[in-house]
């Protein structure tokens, strides 16, 4: 199985930007970091037989069914977006871990996995929108059952950037973002930094955290990236 890496941060803190920067990475002139989202990798699971993406994907419908089931008062946090996205959050879900469990099956132990988003921005982001913060207990108890990461890396910037980076994305803002004043945007900002900053100070698990400023240059982002993963 490879070696799997999850990228957290905040909306606009350079996620994509990151995984953009470590699938360039190569070894012996070799691909060696591969993005669960991405279609061009998807290539890499064709392989596997029908049987065994059936169980995958009734695995993952298990696992979210059990998800749910531990942290179902999340379900009844009053958020700051006015649409309701619970369905399509959850579709998101299946099909991001359907194809993370896949490119598990089919990537070697030399390889990397790159998740973003995974299953712990899922668990967070909830929060993100919401006033209740995250308590301890869950996160012990959700580290417990369902992180199973080698390396966290934790993307962050100062306030201003993430909101100019915002701004000016060709996607536009997160969905859940786009009926939201400017003074609510600005509150998920620093609310999603806060949140994120809890996760990891309470952190007990014995997956490597490695925290990356993303409002450093370039070459700077790229060589913490490449001498950590050497």
């Not at 941060?9 to 990475?25: A, D, N, V, W, Y």
């Not at 069914?65 to 399509?88: A, G, Q």
């Amino acid at each position: 199985m490879p070696k799997l890496i999850e990228i957290i941060g905040s909306p606009g803190s350079g996620k994509t930007f990151i995984s953009s920067e470590l699938q360039m990475l190569k070894k012996n002139n070799e691909q060696i970091y591969f993005h669960s989202s991405n279609w061009r990798n998807f290539n890499k699971f064709e392989n596997l037989n029908i049987l065994l993406k059936i169980l995958i994907k009734f695995k993952v419908a298990i696992n979210i069914t059990f998800f749910y089931s531990i942290f179902f008062k999340r379900l009844f946090l009053k958020k700051i977006y006015k649409r309701r996205f619970f369905f399509r959050i959850v579709f998101l879900i299946f099909r991001h871990l359907v194809s993370i469990e896949l490119l598990k099956k089919s990537l070697s132990d030399d390889e990397y996995l790159i998740m973003e988003p995974g299953i712990i921005m899922y668990f967070l982001q909830d929060f993100f929108y919401s006033n209740k913060d995250i308590t301890k207990k869950e996160i012990e108890t959700f580290n417990k059952l369902f992180v199973k990461t080698d390396y966290i890396i934790c993307a962050n910037c100062d306030f201003n950037t993430s909101i100019q980076r915002l701004k000016s994305r060709d996607r536009g803002l997160p969905q859940r973002m786009r009926d939201l004043t400017i003074d609510e945007i600005n509150h998920t900002i620093k609310k999603s930094n806060k949140i994120i900053d809890e996760y990891i100070s309470n952190n007990n698990i014995n997956s490597k955290i490695v925290k990356i400023d993303t409002s450093n240059n370039v070459e700077e982002i790229r060589n913490k990236l490449s001498n950590f993963f050497s």
